[in-house]
């Protein structure tokens, strides 16, 4: 069982590093007006700071690669809307879906999923979302890491209290790659593809990855955290993943809005997420199918912590299993490893 704290409780809970709810609303004022030159007393006095403490908040939001022109005695404005997954501008994006209300921001973090997992211990409610400009100890699957270059990527984790079975966690970690298939498509105007269960590629180098993590009974969940890491605004990628990982500005040559590709990713999954609770995996499996050229046909290298082999995928199992065919004719059910298509 897991306790539901109540809200006394919820509050004692630390997040050192949480962004301040005033810079998220420095950030909104200065967005909301951008043709106009705001003095520090004003935004001082509308946000309920110190001036002192605008002007270090101002160099915060300077180092997160917003463009804030101006200085303490004349005022401040930006150019162009600023591009930080900040709570308040995110929430204009999530209207109607249940990710607009609990957004927990950092400027920096170690690992989003961490933070969420801890959340989810602590009773925080379905639908919270935890969002980084950058994390230090990225955590990918199979013990990877996850490389997060500040203000480049997004980097965030949902935490999500279906009721349903354990079995089908692997369902629910396609509804994640799904919905991020379709941000990436939408925003980048390419044709992605997805490599079994949810790595999303952009001309077969890897864009987009997924790690799943939960807390459960054998028969019930309580809850999962679907974290989510997407290239985007990368000009490029450090040697040891630049052959098989790839960013969406480097495959499309255009500079992406983190904040709207956020938001498209959200409503998508809300979408997925509302299919799959109301009419179960089968839809899901068929999107699947679709989109992804790992279903069915493709040879594929897969790695278990106990077997090694090559085979040809031979579709999904009703819960979302990949079905692989030996070379010997034999099928196996691959319930979690690692894909890579064999030469
Ligand atoms: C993979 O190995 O493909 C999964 C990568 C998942 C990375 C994301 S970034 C946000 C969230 N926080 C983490 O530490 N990992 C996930």
């Known amino acids: 069982m897991v306790a539901v704290k109540s809200r006394t409780q919820k509050n004692r809970l630390s997040l050192p590093g949480r962004t301040d709810k005033r810079i998220d609303a420095l950030l909104s004022l200065l967005t909301e007006n951008t043709t106009i030159v705001i003095s520090g007393a004003q935004i001082a006095k509308e946000i309920g700071v110190r001036r002192q403490t605008v002007w270090r908040w101002i160099e915060t939001l300077r180092a997160a690669g917003v463009k804030v022109k101006g200085h303490p005695r004349t005022g401040y404005h ?46 925080e409610a379905h639908g919270t979302v935890v969002v980084a400009e950058e994390q230090t100890s990225g955590r990918g699957r199979a013990g990877h890491s996850w490389h997060s270059e500040k203000a480049a990527g997004i ?38 593809d997805i490599r079994w269960p949810n ?56 500079v992406h809005s983190r904040l709207e590709l956020l938001a498209r990713l959200l409503r998508h999954l809300d979408r997925y997420y509302n299919q799959f609770i109301a009419e179960g995996a089968a839809p899901i499996l068929r999107r699947f199918a679709e989109v992804s050229s790992y279903f069915e046909g493709k040879r594929v290298r897969i790695s278990t912590s106990t077997d090694n082999f090559v085979g040809t995928t031979a579709g999904l199992e009703p819960m979302g299993i990949l079905r692989v065919k030996r070379d010997d004719g034999k099928i196996e059910s691959v319930i979690s490893g690692m894909v890579a298509e064999a030469e």
């Open 78 to 123: 930006i150019e162009r809307a600023a591009d930080v997954l900040a709570p308040k501008l995110l929430a204009r994006g999530l209207r109607g879906t249940p990710f607009a209300k609990h957004i927990f921001h950092f400027f920096k973090v170690d690992s989003t999923n961490t933070v969420a997992m801890r959340l989810g211990e602590e009773g």
């Open 155 to 192: 980097y965030v984790s949902i935490l999500l209290r279906p009721q349903i079975s354990p079995m089908l966690a692997p369902a629910l970690t396609l509804v994640a790659g799904l919905a991020a298939y379709d941000a990436i498509a939408e925003e980048s105007g390419l044709r992605p």
């Open 199 to 254: 790595d999303v590629l952009l001309k077969g180098k890897k864009v987009c990855g997924i790690l799943t993590e939960m807390q459960a009974e054998p028969d019930r969940m309580h809850f999962a955290v679907i974290g989510i890491g997407i290239n985007v605004n990368q000009t490029k990628m450090p040697n040891d993943l630049a052959s098989i990982a790839t960013s969406m500005r480097m495959e499309t040559g255009r």
